[in-house]
């Protein structure tokens, strides 16, 4: 699965906002390590996502997936511009049949339907290309409102509250478990 070309995945076609999904590209790096040097962001990701995240950090996602001719992680893009990323990752052996997605949005471009706009696109091409695939699963921060309605807006219900599930900044708390059935 690729996601290239605007005509490819342009699913909000206004002037003001063409966005598209696409491959990771090594042009990406300085916005990359612009936009995800965030607490804000990085409040909000599992641990493994680096804080304060540089320009190497930035080199090593993009040499990571830049280079696979299919891959599941994308760059955001609003009118040509890097904003944010998208990955759905489909599972192995039991859980065969699911697919994760995550995402995040460079503070600067809050609020504006990106994320919404984005998952919707994913999952259009990913379902589209990967029919076995009959669940589609978020896990998001207990405080993480934004990311919820993003989820809901994309018709992704609240399957479970997870209590003293994560650990983050020292503090056990809560995540949630959103869930599309396709």
Do not use: C
């Not at 906002?17 to 990771?24: F, S, V």
């Not at 994308?74 to 192995?92: C, F, Q, T």
């Not at 460079?106 to 609020?111: A, H, L, S, V």
């Amino acid at each position: 699965m690729e996601i290239h070309t605007l005509t490819d995945s342009l699913i909000h076609p206004s002037p003001s906002m063409a966005l598209t999904l696409r491959a990771w590209q090594y042009a990406d790096v300085d916005q990359l390590a612009k936009l995800a040097n965030n607490e804000a962001i990085w409040n909000n990701l599992r641990d493994y996502f680096p804080h304060p995240y540089n320009r190497s950090d930035a080199n090593k996602w993009i040499r990571s997936h830049a280079s696979k001719r299919s891959s599941t992680h994308y760059a955001i893009m609003v009118n040509e511009e890097l904003v944010g990323a998208i990955s759905i990752i489909p599972k192995e052996d039991i859980y065969r049949k699911s697919a994760e997605i995550g995402y995040w949005i460079g503070e600067p471009f809050w609020k504006k339907g990106i994320a919404t706009m984005a998952v919707e696109e994913v999952l259009r091409v990913f379902t589209k290309n990967h029919p076995d695939i009959i669940r589609i699963f978020a896990e998001v921060f207990a405080e993480n409102i934004a990311s919820m309605k993003v989820l809901q807006k994309n018709g992704f219900v609240l399957e479970s509250v997870r209590k003293n599930a994560v650990v983050k900044n020292g503090t056990v708390g809560d995540d949630t478990v959103w869930v599309k059935l396709l």
